[in-house]
């Protein structure tokens, strides 16, 4: 899987929208870019996926850039529990790699 | 619909006992992952099964790690011999699968081994 490059740390106000980089330059073209957080050494919890276009779901929206070497994932408006790391991660879905590869993610702190 | 399950959430070892780790996927999921996390590190892949196979085990430590899938039950992951070094959080996920295509895995709150 295509290695990613994430900030340590950011911190966003309260009731502000978060927006989280990862940079995936190498990644292929049948890799999905997966996000997924962890609060406070609970399990991994799913945000969302996409390929190329942008996505949206109930907890956040994804944006990949045309080239697909970067994407942004945006919180729309942040909450004190929005507080975690979240992770970034390139995954062929198509008879691939099953493994999810975790990073050291981004520490993303909410400021009340 | 529950989610995935598992148990014990804590486990406390003396060094040299056996460490039983069991993890009920989502309803539906017949794929099984384990993954390990030391303290202050991000998640490392262990093992991945299917109902009653091993697919793909490059994650696991080559001495008393094992793990199994069976056709009926949980799966459990089983660490002999406990030494201080597996004191960690250990997380299953499950996904399920469509012909080729990889669904999305899905985590469980973990088991936290502390060996003595």
């Known amino acids: 899987d295509a290695k990613t490059t994430q900030p340590p740390s950011m911190d966003c106000a309260e009731g502000r929208a978060a927006n989280l980089p990862c940079n995936h330059s190498?990644?292929?073209?049948?890799?999905?870019v997966y996000w997924y957080r962890q609060i406070h050494s609970q399990g991994p919890q799913y945000i969302i996926h996409g390929l190329k276009n942008n996505e949206t779901n109930e907890m956040a929206s994804l944006i990949i850039t045309e080239d697909r070497k970067s994407s942004t994932l945006i919180l729309p408006h942040a909450t004190l529990r929005d507080t975690a790391v979240y992770y970034c991660?390139?995954?062929?879905?198509?008879?691939?790699?099953?493994?999810?590869?975790f990073g050291t993610g981004t520490r993303l702190t909410i400021i009340p | 619909n529950a989610g995935v399950m598992q148990n014990p959430r804590h486990l406390v070892r003396r060094r040299g006992q056996e460490a039983r780790l069991r993890c009920s996927p989502m309803?539906?999921?017949?794929?099984v992952y384990w993954y390990r996390q030391l303290p202050e590190e991000g998640l490392k892949f262990m093992v991945y099964?299917?109902?009653?196979?091993?697919?793909?085990e490059s994650g696991m430590p080559k001495e008393r790690f094992s793990a199994e899938f069976p056709k009926e039950g949980p799966s459990i992951l089983r660490i002999q011999q406990v030494v201080r070094g597996d004191s960690a959080a250990y997380f299953c996920?499950?996904?399920?699968?469509?012909?080729?295509?990889?669904?999305?895995?899905?985590f469980g709150p973990g088991t936290r081994l502390l060996v003595l």
């Open positions: 309803k539906g999921h017949s794929h």
């Open positions: 991660i390139v995954r062929a879905v198509m008879g691939g790699n099953e493994k999810l590869t």
């Open positions: 190498t990644i292929s073209g049948n890799e999905y």
């Open positions: 099964l299917q109902k009653e196979n091993i697919i793909d």
């Open positions: 996920a499950s996904s399920a699968k469509h012909g080729q295509s990889q669904e999305t895995q899905y």
